[in-house]
């Protein structure tokens, strides 16, 4: 059974930086593709990033590039999003992803397993 359970979130003030991260369970993430996505209150759920499965390449939306970064460690079977200057428009509860290798990046219907979530407050 495949389990995917982020931690990190918190509060934090705006400028500040959160480390999210995602431990995986029966699967291998060295085997997948790994994404984050990220929900605020009334908003649909969108695309925040991306690592494909060998970690050579990695993508982000416009809105985070040049903030965050996604990195994983395979021995330990984890994903990260390490978020750094925060904006209270980065407030949502953040999902990481996991999709089929060589399948589309960022499209949410791709991403075959989910985690519960955890939730990031960012205050002005």
């Known amino acids: 059974q495949v389990q995917l359970v982020e931690s990190g979130g918190g509060l934090v003030q705006a400028g500040g930086s959160l480390r999210l991260s995602c431990a995986a369970s029966?699967?291998?993430?060295?085997?997948?593709?790994m994404g984050w996505f990220r929900q605020a209150p009334g908003k649909e759920r969108e695309f925040v990033g991306d690592?494909?499965?060998?970690?050579?390449?990695?993508y982000y939306a416009d809105s985070v590039k040049g903030r965050f970064t996604i990195s994983r460690d395979n021995a330990k079977n984890t994903v990260y999003l390490q978020m750094n200057s925060l904006k209270p428009e980065d407030t949502a509860v953040y999902y990481c992803?996991?999709?089929?290798?060589?399948?589309?990046?960022?499209?949410?219907?791709?991403?075959?397993?989910w985690g519960q979530g955890t939730q990031v407050t960012v205050s002005p």
């Open positions: 992803a996991a999709r089929f290798r060589g399948r589309p990046v960022g499209i949410r219907a791709e991403y075959m397993y």
């Open positions: 029966g699967l291998s993430v060295s085997m997948y593709g």
């Open positions: 690592i494909n499965w060998n970690g050579g390449s990695t």
